[in-house]
């Protein structure tokens, strides 16, 4: 990954080199003095309301066609602040984010076993005892 990320990609790029590259920004600016557990989340918390403000008053289609068509630039900072924060978050705590996603979505399977979740919105709570569709 170069220092601006142009040749950096999804399909190219680890999440540890995610993680190196935002522990980097903040080490450069002695951040880490503030990257505490409390105040990461209400960040996280914070850039995910400004995520979600981008999609008010909109509705699906509108949303996505800006989205899709470059009218929003807005929406990938956003969800880039996300992502920083949630993996500066990784980093203080020592999280190893994709064993932990890995292991998160084993238990949402069990949650929601296909047979039963599919084209199914209903909460695995009440999948068990037969929701509705
Ligand atoms: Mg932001």
């Known amino acids: ?13 680890t999440v540890q080199e995610l993680k190196d590259r935002v522990r980097a920004f903040r080490d450069e ?6 990257h505490n557990p409390k105040d990461l989340c209400i960040a996280l918390a914070i850039e995910a309301a ?13 949303l996505e066609a800006q989205i899709k068509n470059g009218e929003l630039p807005e929406f990938e900072h956003e969800m880039s602040d996300v992502l ?19 292991a998160k979505m084993a238990i949402n399977a069990e949650h929601y076993p296909v047979e039963l979740a599919k084209g199914c919105k209903a909460k695995y709570t ?8």
Do not use: H, P
């Open 84 to 102: 920083s924060y949630l993996l500066s978050l990784a980093v203080r705590l020592d999280i190893d984010v994709t064993k932990a996603l890995l």
């Open 29 to 34: 600016r002695d951040w880490e003095q503030f």
């Open 50 to 62: 400004e995520l979600l403000e981008l999609c008010r008053f909109k509705d699906t289609e509108e």
């Open 126 to 133: 009440e999948l068990q005892s037969g929701a509705e569709r």
């Open 1 to 13: 990954m170069t220092g601006n990320g142009t040749d950096a990609g999804d399909a190219v790029t």
